[in-house]
């Protein structure tokens, strides 16, 4: 029974998810996000220390399910050390791994395991937004220009 | 008395016969949020638009005359089910939201001073408290808010020593819609008075599971959505005495509410009109007059007695589930459980829960003040209605129980 939803809760994110990589304030932070569903409630601050056009340190803080945290963790980690080209890059490639949307298998998109493990959320397109709550938010308000 | 005979009860309701993407059958446990309809309530409306249908209140041809019967036939059928004393004190509105912000705008906001208050409870919708809240802020007017009890039910003390004589208005539910609390309206209603002050009850919860007697409770606005009582989308009630509905301005302007239009003014029509211009939501109040029809052939006390036996199972169940909690032990509950399980998010648990069929509501159900109180993000509610059985909540838990080995 359920395996199929078992399948969307990777090794990788049930990982992430109990034991968040950057969970936590930064202080000295350049830039602060809110990345909120308002349909669940699901609610997380995105902390980014920004200089020289490069991400020099990234944290975020909140509550959600598991799908939701995860992905802040992986986003989070991920980003320390990218420019923000490379950080749009890393957006827009993630975006495209979950989206159902998208014709490509994950599998041609990337080999990195931490980011394939959300691939599942394709069969889920209610589960969408939990996996790309915080991504999103850092596409538009950090990205947009 | 005689028992709800649910297996012929679950034929009524189409929905119920479907299924999931993945072929899973329907454990519809979202009551709380709305309800499933009966066939009687689809025929109703098809009935109008085939058998019937002009605008209401204006033409005198046939089948106009038929129409605006129909519509008040239905207002009858809803004083009658909520023990008005007449049908003019029910007034149709959108639902209890626009029913909430009717009572907020016509009759609170014109007498509301600065220094004055509005009463609250913790256990308010966000229907049932923005309303009041952006009331209050736009007048400099006090929202005082009655605490909660470890049990979820509202400290009375605490409610008795809110009410003075700058209380302008009490505004409760009925039940929490989160909680499952039944609260003893007659009584808190009885305080109030003894004050002078008026009250509104919330009633979105009560209706459709409970017998429900407005002039028993004695309260001033009674407010209730017909959706959530087997009835359309779209359509509600506000139940207000007659002497306050004829006070109170007309809650809009427009047709059909006058009686005599000049260009610098306007006498208004009698009560309930007066409140409803407009071509009103005929399809919704002939499809919610089916809903109650539906629902007293069943008989109130039966339903009642039904969901009571489903929800005193769920709690049982659930309390014997090794890592879950419930929150809040009422004293009296209506057919509302929200619960928690160690190491796994609400969404999380809907989410293998909808895996099977099963519908629940996860998050903060539109009550985050109260879920800052209860110190979590949000809970996992399941809440019956007339058609649920004692097999879906054995399902539910089979899965929670997975749930829990999952994630814990």
Redesign the interface.
């Known amino acids: 029974?359920?395996e199929?939803?078992?399948g969307?809760?990777k090794t990788q994110i049930?990982a992430h998810s109990?034991n968040p990589f950057q969970e936590g304030e930064l202080e000295g932070a350049t830039h602060v996000l809110q990345a909120y569903n308002s349909?669940?409630?699901?609610?997380y601050t995105l902390y980014l220390k920004i200089e020289n056009d490069r991400v020099e340190d990234a944290y975020f803080k909140g509550?959600?399910?598991?799908?939701s945290?995860a992905s802040s963790s992986i986003l989070t980690k991920k980003s320390i050390g990218k420019s923000m080209e490379e950080l749009d890059a890393l957006v827009r490639l993630f975006l495209k791994i979950v989206s159902a949307k998208e014709e490509v298998s994950p599998e041609d998109l990337t080999d990195e395991e931490e980011l394939l493990a959300f691939s599942a959320a394709r069969e889920?397109p209610?589960?969408e937004i939990?996996a790309t709550m915080s991504w999103k938010v850092v596409q538009e308000e950090l990205l947009k220009e | 008395m005689v028992h709800l005979n649910v297996n012929k009860v679950r034929k009524d309701f189409p929905m119920l016969a479907t299924a999931t993407p993945q072929g899973k059958s329907l454990a519809y446990l979202d009551n709380a949020a709305s309800t499933q309809k009966p066939r009687a309530v689809l025929e109703a409306i098809e009935g109008l638009y085939t058998g019937y249908y002009s605008n209401v209140g204006r033409g005198s041809y046939w089948p106009a005359t038929r129409a605006s019967q129909a519509f008040e036939y239905a207002r009858e059928r809803l004083a009658g089910f909520i023990h008005a004393a007449s049908a003019k004190e029910v007034v149709f509105t959108a639902g209890a939201t626009d029913g909430i912000n009717k009572v907020m705008q016509s009759f609170l906001r014109p007498k509301l001073q600065p220094g004055d208050n509005v009463v609250i409870s913790e256990q308010e919708h966000h229907a049932n408290l923005i309303p009041w809240q952006q009331a209050c802020r736009a007048v400099g007017a006090e929202l005082r808010v009655v605490r909660l009890l470890s049990t979820g039910d509202l400290d009375q003390e605490h409610y008795d020593s809110l009410l003075d004589d700058r209380t302008a208005l009490v505004a409760l539910t009925a039940v929490s819609n989160t909680l499952g609390v039944v609260n003893p309206v007659k009584e808190m209603v009885t305080a109030a008075h003894q004050h002078g002050i008026r009250v509104l009850i919330d009633a979105a919860q009560h209706v459709g599971h409970s017998p429900t007697d407005v002039q028993a409770w004695d309260a001033d606005f009674v407010v209730f959505s017909g959706h959530k009582m087997y009835g359309p989308t779209g359509i509600g009630v506000l139940y207000g005495k007659a002497e306050l509905l004829r006070e109170t301005p007309p809650m809009a302007f427009g047709g059909g509410a006058i009686r005599d239009v000049g260009f610098q003014e306007t006498l208004f029509a009698d009560i309930p009109h007066k409140h409803e211009p407009g071509t009103p939501n005929l399809e919704g109040a002939v499809g919610l007059a089916a809903a109650i029809e539906y629902l007293q052939g069943l008989g109130m006390r039966q339903i009642h007695e039904h969901t009571e036996h489903l929800t005193q199972y769920a709690v049982m169940r659930i309390e014997g589930q090794e890592g879950a909690s419930i929150l809040g032990n009422p004293k009296l509950r209506a057919p509302v459980v929200s619960f928690t399980v160690e190491g796994a998010h609400p969404h999380d648990i809907a989410g293998f829960l909808a895996e099977e069929g099963i519908a629940i509501r996860a998050g903060h159900h539109c009550t985050q003040p109260l879920m800052d109180q209860l110190g979590v993000p949000g809970t996992a509610r399941v809440s019956f209605g007339m058609y649920n059985v004692k097999e879906e909540i054995d399902l539910l838990m089979d899965v929670l129980k997975e749930v829990h080995a999952f994630f814990a």
Not at chain 1, 39 to 43: Q, S, Y
Not at chain 1, 63 to 67: D, E, F, S, V
């Open positions: 029974m359920n199929r939803i078992k969307l809760y049930l109990k349909m669940c409630g699901d609610k509550y959600g399910c598991a799908i945290k889920f209610e589960r939990c």
